[in-house]
């Protein structure tokens, strides 16, 4: 259903989005379809942004986009009216001290599908999905600073994402599905879309000191071959082959196996590995 491609060279771009109305930046696209896919390129927000950095009423796939969020605005993502849309393979950071969600789908015929994301960071509550024809959450890494990681419903499905860091709970749910969660509370757990619980982060992923993050999954984590088959996703953010082991691996990041099919992703690398611009 995509009908228009926008490739992204590498560039770093910032916006002021209160004078340059950022929310248009990346969206409809003349009421047509866009496949948007990124080397490298990263979108930093100015003092608002609070209607979403990516909006779109139309169908979106988004691929390999560094996403970086400042100031007092609350949105990174947002999509709304009938549209199918996919985010895939992007890093997000919200610095944004707003108390609302970074990543909204709460429309009736958005349906959406978040896989190999990585989003973490901000001060209000992550994503939510309450309302949308349906959300599909297939291995992201999600960590914040607010109180909620994931708010869903009936209509979302939750299978092998990690979250973390949240102070009210990771996952909230009314009536969601899906398996194979990990948390760093016991919420995967309550709402009986996981059994990997209270996790401490710094025993699972690489880095996660501000400045320095690698999400990559650490030496004796309880992430790896913990997860399952989900979405027809069988390579992760940084193009490495699912599953290396008997297992797929929770998470945005699969760990290579010895002699396994490590595929190098640029995405990741200009993005996250060389750093997002300040």
Known sequence: RVKNRLLLARDQRTFDAAAEQIETTIRDNGGKSRDVTGTGFQITSGSGGSLGIIRSAHDIRVTGINI?????GNGLLSF???????????????????TGYNITATTTGVTLTLSNNVVY??????????????????FNTIGGGGDYGWVGDSNTVYKNNFTFGFGTACFFNNSSTGSNNASSDTSVS?????SVVSLT????????????????????????????????????????????????????????????????????????VARMAA
């Open 68 to 72: 970086k969020a400042t100031g007092t």
């Open 80 to 98: 709304s009216a009938s549209q199918t849309s996919i985010v895939d393979s992007c890093v997000m950071q919200s610095a944004l001290t707003g």
């Open 121 to 138: 960071g901000g001060s209000g509550r992550l994503i939510d999905s309450r309302g949308a024809t349906s959300l599909s959450a297939y």
């Open 190 to 194: 309550t709402a009986s879309i996981g």
């Open 201 to 272: 982060v710094a025993n699972e992923l690489t880095n996660v000191s501000a400045g320095s993050e690698d999400f990559s999954l650490k030496a004796g984590n309880h992430l790896a071959e913990a997860g399952t088959a989900a979405g027809s996703i069988f390579v992760d953010i940084m193009g490495t082959v699912r599953p290396q082991g008997s297992a797929y691996d929770i998470g945005a990041f699969e760990t290579v196996a010895a002699g396994g099919g490590s595929v190098f992703n640029p995405y990741y690398y200009l993005q996250h």
